[in-house]
């Protein structure tokens, strides 16, 4: 009865909604806290050692031997044989393509159309080139999305944003992208994220809208909040996920769109943060200024770009909505940027523990071309060299590489004790592989273990994602079937025939992210060694 008569709703009214009762939990750090963690740590360990017999020395020494064995063991043929196992001709040699149409804009731009069975969801992305940004500004385009949708607008104010945000979008989200399909060719965005229902078209509209032309840039002390709490972050992922930002680091040493996704939210942006927040300090008017001049030039029809997945019935609809989405009708030329790019050795050090090292190259500057055989490679060297030497007898946590079609390929390890150990495994890759040798059952395992990440099941988003990726980096239908039969057909031979490749792993182009004493004992690997601010 209680339930009926508003008993829940008045509970949340006076609880949460009008209760002026408040705690205050403050997290404050303390400086060189992990070195003297690590001091208590190593004369505790100087204790035990000391303390110790030969006997304890002797069972140390056979139980590393046993671990040794154990980790360098491989199982028979006939153990292995054990396992259930398909056979490539039951293998579908038809990839799993998600089908697109460019629609376009009434001006000629490309506007995307994935047809998809979403009962009324709308999967929504809009592109915003950035080629026409001074160089010197690239960051504010990073900084530009860390803002939108965070500051004060015309008529919302930041506080009430998150709710009109919620009310209307399943999630609404800005990014800095890239598209590359090689060292040359490639396209820059600030891109809008969004899932809606169609129902709720006209007031996202309205509310994006608000959000792109209308943000109030002169909220300093709002501004001020944003970007500390964006440090924060940053200084979390760089963290625990440095090998990420050490990967796209490394390669932007390499391709143009690389170094721009690198200062537009990798580790040269989190610098610019640090810069930024102490800018704002001194002459916030400069940086205000440039956040309206880089939101000027990049919102605007003429760089308006879209991918839409939809059901079909509602497509024409959603077309109409953006060809009349309100941006000035302006255009500014594109610029043709000129990094200074060659390899680097370089290290950053934080308060961790281990490392994070990189390692990474451009095999089409070498002439070689994109083949599907070297999606199995990357199977059989992160599941049999990289897993087994840097995984299981290093001890790192993680391990891994990637060849991309864009020619960028890379290696890195995640949590490594280890660093020049790891360098010179990455090095070794072309010596190994000439001898590779597998028979069909093992030739056969690797090639389901590379289609089997192909055929992984696809959300709607990742289907829209799929379909934006294949038209911006210039893959064809044709281009997916013609990799997947050169996978299914892949032979011993053909790996070894890799070689070439390998031996451009020189380890010229490496990032090393992580303990600065593991870095500083290693300073002869590197041509520079930097701190993240």
Not at 66 to 84: C, G, Y
Not at 328 to 349: D, G, M, V
Not at 517 to 531: E, G, T, Y
């Amino acid at each position: 009865k209680n339930s009926r008569e508003g008993y829940f709703e008045a509970l949340l009214e006076s609880a949460f909604l009008r209760n002026d009762e408040k705690c205050y939990v403050v997290f404050s750090p303390e400086k060189g806290k992990k070195i003297k963690e690590l001091e208590t740590f190593q004369k505790k360990m100087e204790t035990a050692y000391a303390k110790m017999t030969d006997t304890d020395f002797e069972q140390i020494r056979i139980d590393t031997e046993k671990l040794d064995i154990f980790q360098k063991h491989i199982d028979s043929p006939e153990v292995l044989a054990q396992i259930p196992l398909l056979e490539i001709n039951e293998i579908d040699e038809m990839p799993k393509i998600t089908k697109y149409v460019n629609a376009g804009f009434s001006n000629g731009n490309p506007l995307l159309h994935v047809p998809l069975e979403s009962n009324g969801i709308v999967y929504l992305k809009l592109f915003f080139d950035t080629s026409a940004i001074p160089q010197e500004l690239i960051p504010y385009a990073g900084l530009l999305a860390e803002l939108l949708g965070k500051l004060d607008t015309e008529k919302y104010s930041y506080q009430q944003l998150p709710t009109v945000k919620n009310q209307i979008f399943g999630g609404l989200s800005f990014h800095n992208t890239t598209f590359n399909k090689n060292a040359t060719e490639y396209r820059t965005f600030l891109s809008v994220k969004m899932k809606l229902l169609k129902d709720q078209l006209d007031d996202a509209f309205a509310a994006l809208e608000e959000i792109l032309l209308h943000t109030n840039f002169d909220m300093i002390e709002n501004m001020k909040k944003i970007i500390k709490s964006a440090k924060i972050k940053g200084e979390y992922e760089l963290q625990n996920n440095a090998h990420y930002y050490a990967i796209f680091y490394s390669g932007s040493n390499l391709f143009p769109a690389l170094q721009i996704e690198e200062q537009t939210s990798g580790i040269r942006y989190y610098r610019f943060l640090y810069d930024i927040d102490k800018q704002l300090e001194k002459d916030p008017i400069s940086v205000i200024q440039k956040l309206k001049e880089v939101a000027e030039i990049i919102f605007c029809k003429s760089n308006m770009e879209a991918a839409i997945g939809c059901d079909q019935k509602d497509f024409y609809s959603l077309k109409m909505k953006l060809e009349e989405f309100p941006m000035p009708e302006k255009h500014s030329p594109s610029i043709n940027y000129e990094f200074n790019l060659h390899p680097q050795k370089i290290a950053f050090t934080n308060t961790s523990e281990i490392v994070y090292n990189i390692t990474s190259f451009d095999f089409k500057k070498n002439g070689i071309p994109y083949h599907g055989k070297y999606q199995v490679l990357r199977t059989i060297i992160n599941l049999e060299y990289l897993w087994n030497k840097v995984r299981v007898q290093g001890g790192a946590y993680g391990c891994g590489c990637k060849l991309m079609q864009s020619g960028f390929t890379y290696f890195y390890s995640y949590r490594d004790p280890n660093l020049k150990e790891t360098y010179d495994i990455y090095q070794a890759l072309s010596d190994e592989i000439v001898h590779f040798k597998a028979d069909k059952r093992e030739m056969t395992k690797y090639i389901l273990g590379t289609i089997n990440e192909l055929d992984q099941p696809k959300t709607n988003m990742d289907k829209l994602n799929a379909s934006i990726g294949k038209f911006y980096k210039g893959i064809s239908d044709e281009s997916l079937i013609t990799q997947r039969l050169e996978i299914l057909n892949t032979t011993d031979e053909d790996i070894r025939q890799c070689q070439d490749l390998l031996r451009m792993i020189d380890c010229e182009n490496i990032c090393t992210v992580g303990n600065e004493q593991k870095i500083s004992a290693n300073k002869d690997q590197f041509d520079s060694i930097h701190s993240y601010t």
